[in-house]
């Protein structure tokens, strides 16, 4: 089944302690994106990559990583979490390179607490 | 800079009708539409490109007016599937963002 697959669903975890949460999709997508959901503010990027090594920032990457190595992974790190980063994660891929014309396939969230 | 969605929520009976609109402050080369159910992933719905077209999806349809740099979304004849959030996400280039609005809720009760 195609997909977008994000690890972990749920986590809590406190101040200070790096984490990774892990996006992998089976669909051979180029562009990878992660987005933070925020109740009244909608979905807010974070980083985006259009191909293997090529990253990018988006509209809010203080405090965040990430890394694509390999076409199908594209981990989200947080070196130093903070309160203000507890939020509703979202990963998700689209075919080409490209955002503005594809559709993108979101994956089934990453709720994080911060304590 | 994120659009601007309006109305933030809407409550529906069944068989009517809504119009979300999406307003952007910036040229728009392509607009998405995404529905979001409760605890569940956003789903896409339809893009519309630069040029002013317009899209349907069975009784869901879309419009993209460049020079008011807006978008609307046309549900018509609601039915208690179509409830949820519903967003807008913006390109401003042919480039690889897309920034999205804050959501309008979507409530279509029996």
């Known amino acids: 089944e195609a997909q977008v697959t994000q690890n972990p669903r749920y986590l809590i975890t406190v101040t200070g302690k790096k984490l990774t949460v892990t996006c992998s999709q089976n669909?051979?997508?180029?562009?990878m994106s992660w987005y933070r959901q925020d109740p009244g503010l909608g979905l807010r990027q974070i980083y985006y990559?259009?191909?293997?090594?090529?990253?990018d920032k988006g509209d809010v990457p203080e405090g965040y990583k990430v890394s694509r190595k390999e076409k199908r992974n594209f981990p989200l790190i947080l070196e130093s979490p903070s309160p203000n980063q507890t939020s509703l994660y979202f990963c998700?891929?689209?075919?080409?390179?490209?955002?503005?014309?594809?559709?993108?396939?979101f994956g089934d969230g990453t709720r994080l607490s911060i304590l | 800079q994120q659009p601007v969605q309006s109305p933030q929520a809407v409550i529906l009976r069944e068989g009517e009708d809504a119009v979300i609109n999406c307003s952007s402050s910036?040229?728009?080369?392509?607009v998405h539409w995404y529905r979001q159910k409760h605890g569940e992933a956003p789903v896409f719905l339809m893009i519309?490109?630069?040029?002013?077209e317009q899209k349907g999806h069975d009784k869901i349809s879309a419009s993209f007016n460049e020079k008011k740099q807006q978008s609307s979304l046309y549900l018509t004849a609601s039915q208690l599937s179509y409830s949820g959030t519903y967003f807008c996400?913006?390109?401003?280039?042919?480039?690889?963002?897309?920034?999205f609005g804050g959501g309008t809720r979507l409530m279509v009760k029996p």
């Open positions: 998700a891929s689209s075919l080409s390179g490209q955002a503005f014309n594809q559709p993108q396939h």
């Open positions: 669909m051979n997508h180029e562009y």
């Open positions: 990559s259009m191909n293997v090594e090529v990253t």
């Open positions: 910036k040229a728009l080369y392509s």
């Open positions: 519309l490109l630069k040029g002013g």
């Open positions: 996400g913006t390109a401003h280039n042919a480039g690889n963002m897309l920034t």
